[in-house]
Nanobody
Framework: QVQLVESGGGSVQAGGSLSVSCVAY????????AGWFRQAPGKEREAVASIYSGGTTRYADSVKGRFTISQDNAKNTLYLQMNSLKPEDTAMYYC??????????????????WGPGTQVTVSS
């Protein structure tokens, strides 16, 4: 059974930076697609970024140039570096993981495993 555990996040003022990470315990395949999603109160869960085990990345337009997704395959760890944060980035951030390739566009239904989420709050 795959278990995702997120860490990081927190609170920051607009313009600041935060990072979140996610460890995938129990995943033993070399190929995977991993991603970050976020959900603000009263809104649907939306894609932030995805990364294939081979390194190909995709980003939502709203975070391009500000967020960077990365990975450490040896540690089954996923990272999201968030710079130039805006109040509208405030949300619960979720790590997601699945076997095989990453599909475009990034969709919730393309991921089988999910972390419990970590809160990111950006104040103006």
């Amino acid at each position: 059974q795959v278990q995702l555990v997120e860490s990081g996040g927190g609170s920051v003022q607009a313009g600041g930076s935060l990072s979140v990470s996610c460890v995938a315990y129990g995943y033993s395949y070399s190929n995977y697609c991993a991603g970050w999603f976020r959900q603000a109160p009263g809104k649907e869960r939306e894609a932030v970024a995805s990364i294939y085990s081979g390194g190909t990345t995709r980003y939502a337009d709203s975070v391009k140039g500000r967020f960077t997704i990365s990975q450490d395959n040896a540690k089954n760890t996923l990272y999201l570096q968030m710079n130039s944060l805006k109040p509208e980035d405030t949300a619960m951030y979720y790590c997601a993981w699945n076997y095989g390739i990453c599909w475009s566009p990034i969709r919730v239904e393309n991921f089988r495993y999910w972390g419990p989420g970590t809160q990111v709050t950006v104040s103006s």
